[in-house]
């Protein structure tokens, strides 16, 4: 396959309907308008998009001060494009990013289920008394 790979940010429309096909969207704690999530994304730190053609089929993003910390955000992929090596795509151009600029810190959010994808790219669990925490308003 020949997909094109971008650091622009998908239009508005394109970044709505994968982020609806790939399910993303029903994960999302709070109540945030499609408009909301699209504004997060383009106050990202950086993301990389891939292409079918003109078709958005996987978008990931992240957001860093830059130093030596990141959080990988909203890793996607079109449903009829999975399990095509896109995903892992995606990580390795956002962690590539992180290299480049010294940063040595990058943590993740996973979705439930995705846990081993992520192990298999080098992503290790917090250790049990050092839990990730999480405050909802």
């Not at 959080?71 to 449903?79: A, E, G, T, Y």
């Not at 990013?97 to 790219?121: N, R, T, V």
Request: charged fraction near 25%; proline fraction near 2%; include cysteine.
């Amino acid at each position: 396959m020949n997909y094109t790979f971008s650091e622009k940010l998908p239009s508005f429309e394109q970044f709505v309907e994968l982020h609806e096909a790939s399910g993303l969207i029903k994960s999302k704690k709070g109540k945030y308008t499609r408009k909301q999530l699209y504004q997060a994304a383009e106050n990202s730190w950086y993301h990389v998009s891939i292409y079918d053609g003109a078709k958005l089929i996987a978008f990931g993003r992240m957001i860093s001060d830059g130093v030596y910390q990141s959080l990988i955000c909203d890793v996607m992929v079109n449903p009829n494009y999975q399990k095509q090596g896109l995903g892992k795509q995606i990580i390795e151009e956002l962690v590539d990013k992180c290299k480049e600029s010294g940063i040595q810190s990058i943590q993740l959010f996973s979705a439930k289920g995705k846990q081993l994808f992520y192990k298999k790219l080098g992503f290790e669990e917090r250790e049990q008394d050092a839990p990730a925490m999480t405050l909802y308003i």
